[in-house]
């Protein structure tokens, strides 16, 4: 064997060698994992009483609508007092209502009038 093939055969051995060695050993060993600080809590006697978190309903209830849209003008109850049947539990606040109401009326009488008037000139035949 050749002198340079004896040379390249014993460098890639050795290589191989070297290789094997460090893919299966531990270079430097496992990371160390810096120490986590603890906070020491002191305990407590339990309460003596349960607390349960929680949201009581009453087993009767009513949803109250007004039949018509309008201004609140006056809230006469709170929420959780008992009502007597019929008892008047909040007010709206009428100034629309009469106002078209007025309209309205006017628009009639005016209508009437007219009325009136036109059976008065059929009357006299002029229409």
Do not use: H
Not at 2 to 30: E, M, S
Not at 69 to 98: C, F, H, I, N
């Amino acid at each position: 064997m050749n002198r340079w093939q004896f040379t390249g055969a014993t460098g890639a051995l050795a290589f191989a060698v070297l290789l094997c060695g460090v893919a299966n050993g531990d270079v430097g060993g496992p990371p160390q994992e810096a120490a986590t600080p603890v906070k020491v809590l002191t305990a407590y006697a339990a309460a003596e009483t349960p607390v349960f978190p929680g949201r009581v309903e009453a087993g009767d209830s009513a949803m109250l609508a007004f039949r018509v849209a309008g201004q609140l003008l006056e809230l006469r109850v709170r929420m959780g007092e008992r009502v007597e049947k019929g008892a008047l539990l909040a007010e709206l606040d009428p100034t629309d209502y009469r106002l078209n109401f007025e309209a309205r009326q006017a628009e009639f009488d005016l209508a009437r009038l007219e009325a009136e008037r036109a059976s008065t000139l059929y009357l006299q035949k002029l229409i």
